[in-house]
């Protein structure tokens, strides 16, 4: 006689993207258990986290479908209305309103400690089965069920295993599946800063040569830095004084928002681009970053993610619809044919995006110039632009 199953699926990483897709995929009415190879995530501190997301529409919706939305503490949440991009090299300029795409914002800045918080507290509400401080192994796939493997030796039997295990994602790698890509030679130093001049609830982006600079705006008035930089030039600029940094930003966003002051901490990121060659293999799907990583430049990262985690559950959702195997391998297919192609086309589009925005050969400099200006002064191509952004059909 067969053992019967554990869960119908395990979601492996418990990230923002893997414990959305938890919930929703158990919203859809799955049994679902999450596993993770830390521990569960603490609660914020009145202090916001250094590292904020830019949740586009699409994924606020989302979050508030599996109950995390409302519980999130809005006075923490920006809305920005606006996003201005300017080209250091050129000082052209381009600009996109929210009234664009008739909506009251862009998005939102959020707190990665807040939203996992607040995802947390929706999955113990949920009573769902978690695992944390396992790590998997691996797993074995079956005609009918994957076999998990736990570093605590023991074993899951599922129907399905959704990877949701971060860039180095250790089942992607079990799997077999190849990635294309490139390293940035770049980190990405994160701080939050007073500045002068109010933000105007508007994100600020500079294109310079070394990689672009944004300045994100927060709830409380500050704004949360994203500075690209190739990293022998993040080292020297992670070592200044406060003062040396603040001026530095200053001078490197145009004082745009006039001067600026330090009031955290710092950090770094290294930044790579990364895509699976496959989102699905027997038993196994791939989302967010485990499937792709991609210059945060966009602010996308987690939007592509949580786009991954809508279409799987819609597509499993209807494979099991009349009973059948809602794992079967044309139904992952059907993901990974819908996801990847999406996925690419944005991770290769931002890496062209940074590409062209480093290139200081003149005719080049003056296509983008002639590029952004195009964009700037066709209200239909940045409508197009925004609401892709928003996570919106064009
Ligand atoms: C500087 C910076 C700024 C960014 N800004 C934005 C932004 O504005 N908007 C946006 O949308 N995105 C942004 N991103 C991208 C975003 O941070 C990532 O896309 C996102 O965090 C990926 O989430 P994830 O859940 O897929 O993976 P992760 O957050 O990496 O989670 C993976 C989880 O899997 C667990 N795990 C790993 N291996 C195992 C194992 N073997 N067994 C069990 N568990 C395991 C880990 O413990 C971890 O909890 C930014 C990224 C950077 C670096």
């Given at each position: 006689m067969s053992r019967r199953m554990d869960a119908d699926i395990a979601v492996v990483g418990a990230g923002l993207v893997g414990a959305t897709a938890a919930l929703a995929l158990a919203c859809a009415g799955f049994e679902v258990c999450l596993l993770d190879a830390g521990p569960a995530p603490m609660a914020p501190s009145t202090e916001m986290d250094l590292r904020v997301l830019a949740l586009a529409p699409s994924s606020a919706r989302l979050l508030a479908d599996v109950g995390a939305w409302a519980r999130m503490d809005h006075a923490r949440i920006c809305a920005y209305e606006a996003m201005h991009v300017w080209d250091a090299e050129t000082g052209v300029d381009l600009d996109f309103d929210a009234r664009l795409i008739d909506a009251q914002c862009l998005g939102w800045i959020a707190e990665n400690r807040h939203a996992s918080w607040t995802l947390w507290q929706a999955l113990a509400e949920s009573g769902m089965r978690t695992f944390m401080d396992v790590a998997v192994r691996g797993y074995a796939a079956q005609d009918t069920h994957a076999a998990l493997e736990l570093d605590n030796g023991e074993y899951l039997r599922v129907r399905l295993v959704v990877a949701a295990d971060g860039r180095a994602s250790s089942l992607r790698q079990h799997a077999g599946i190849p990635v294309a890509g490139r390293d940035y030679g770049q980190r990405a130093i994160v701080a939050h800063l007073a500045p002068?001049?109010?933000?105007?609830?508007?994100?600020?982006?500079?294109?310079?040569?070394?990689?672009?600079?944004?300045?994100?705006?927060?709830?409380?008035?500050?704004?949360?830095?994203?500075?690209?930089?190739?990293?022998?030039?993040?080292?020297?600029?992670?070592?200044?004084?406060?003062?040396?940094?603040?001026?530095?930003?200053?001078?490197?966003?145009?004082?745009?928002?006039?001067?600026?002051?330090?009031?955290?901490?710092?950090?770094?990121?290294?930044?790579?681009?990364?895509?699976?060659?496959?989102?699905?293999?027997?038993?196994?799907?791939?989302?967010?970053?485990?499937?792709?990583?991609?210059?945060?430049?966009?602010?996308?990262?987690?939007?592509?993610?949580?786009?991954?985690?809508?279409?799987?559950?819609?597509?499993?959702?209807?494979?099991?619809?009349?009973?059948?195997?809602?794992?079967?391998?044309?139904?992952?297919?059907?993901?990974?044919?819908?996801?990847?192609?999406?996925?690419?086309l944005d991770a290769w589009s931002f890496d062209a995006i940074e590409r062209c925005f480093g290139a200081r050969a003149r005719p080049l400099v003056l296509a983008r110039a002639f590029g952004m200006g195009l964009v700037q002064h066709a209200p239909s191509l940045k409508r197009m632009l925004a609401r892709h952004a928003a996570g919106r059909p064009a």
């Open positions: 002068e001049r109010a933000h105007e609830h508007a994100a600020w982006q500079r294109f310079l040569p070394g990689g672009p600079l944004a300045l994100l705006p927060l709830a409380d008035g500050r704004v949360s830095l994203v500075w690209s930089l190739p990293d022998a030039e993040a080292s020297r600029v992670l070592a200044l004084s406060d003062a040396e940094f603040a001026a530095a930003v200053a001078v490197a966003s145009d004082y745009r928002l006039g001067a600026l002051s330090v009031t955290s901490g710092r950090a770094a990121f290294p930044l790579r681009l990364q895509v699976a060659q496959q989102f699905a293999m027997p038993r196994l799907v791939l989302v967010g970053d485990a499937a792709h990583t991609v210059h945060p430049l966009a602010g996308q990262g987690v939007n592509l993610g949580l786009r991954d985690v809508r279409e799987l559950v819609e597509v499993l959702s209807g494979a099991g619809a009349s009973g059948a195997d809602f794992a079967a391998p044309a139904a992952l297919a059907r993901y990974a044919r819908r996801r990847r192609s999406a996925d690419a």
